[in-house]
């Protein structure tokens, strides 16, 4: 018998959608598509979106969160702002619902060990969305440094160069507020941070700084730089912002080893610009999805097909999860190390210990000076 329930050939994974907006409707797209999924909850505060949401993909409109742990659902789509992940991921495990959690994880370390506990407690399973790792020229790059053919890893780069201008906050007052978004590290570029921990591995210390330079109208930072030390030896560095005039320029990671150098590159991480490893000649990818574009702006590489097939596949297959809740801790603590160091002007040893693991974002003075109104 598989984890989902019944066992069986046309057995579907049953999907309790919550939150029905942008990347919600995303994942609706992608349950419908999959013939082994079916959406049968969408949910959303406002009413009006469930219901687009449902009569498109199907299953039964709610504007009540309990309406998606009922009985015919098998796992629960947390779509919802960033600060709202951690309660209903714990509630929806405590409901016997397994959970497909979008980043990040949480936002404070203190949530996710919670999660993790929630998750142990239940017998169930969670499962994050960190889309990214699927990008062709990113999995390319997690393979060479996995068989050891970059030799020694060196230095990690990152640069995210993008654009968010304000209508992107006008069109659900959520954004850039301190208690349920974060800031531009925690929601924009938590992926390119976790892509940098799953290659280059344990962290070590942590150093920030981060202001808001052309958004005074919400409390967040709008950019950043974060330097890594990994256990390795090896150092990262992460240069962020979403100030990019007009439109997007790129989302890029560069890794030097002793044994070769390589670039992914392009807007979203979608792109093998340069690659220089002994013994190897560059190879010809297979193309990627594109970005999943909003209208107004465009975010990373659209892998949420990938994404719900690991979930049937390990709920009805018994298959292994891509980003497990453990893997989302070790994110989360990076993240609530580099606000840490840049609200306080010192670097962070990991792990975390103390007032800096008890640390919580969403409790701290707006970093822009602005407050936001709800």
Known sequence: MNEAGNGGGNRKLRFGLVGCGRIGSRHAEQ???NPRAELTVACDVEGDRARAVAERFGGRATERFEDALGPEVDIVSVCTPSGLHAAMSIAALGGGKHVLC????????????????AERR???RFLLVKQNRYNP???FLKDLAWHKRLGQIT????????????SYYDESPWRGTM??????????????????????????SVSAIMANLTHPY?????????TLRFRSGALGSLQYTTNAYEKNIEGSMTILGTEGSVKVGGEYLNTLEFCNVRDLESPTLEPGNPANDYGSYKGSMSNHDKVIENAVEVLLDAKEIAVNSVQGLESIEALQAAYVSAIERREVKLPLSGADRAFRLDRQPPLSGAKRRL
């Open 179 to 204: 208690h349920l978004d974060g800031g531009a590290l925690m929601t924009q570029c938590s992926h390119f941070l976790d892509l940098m921990i799953w290659i280059g591995g344990a962290v070590h």
């Open 218 to 226: 919400v409390e967040t930072e709008d950019a950043g730089f974060v």
């Open 102 to 117: 979008e980043k990040p994880m949480t936002m404070s370390v203190a949530d996710a060990e919670a999660v993790v506990e």
């Open 31 to 33: 349950i419908a598509k």
């Open 137 to 139: 020229p990113i999995r």
């Open 122 to 124: 239940s017998g169930k």
């Open 155 to 166: 230095l990690i780069n990152c640069n995210v160069i993008w654009n968010r201008r304000k």
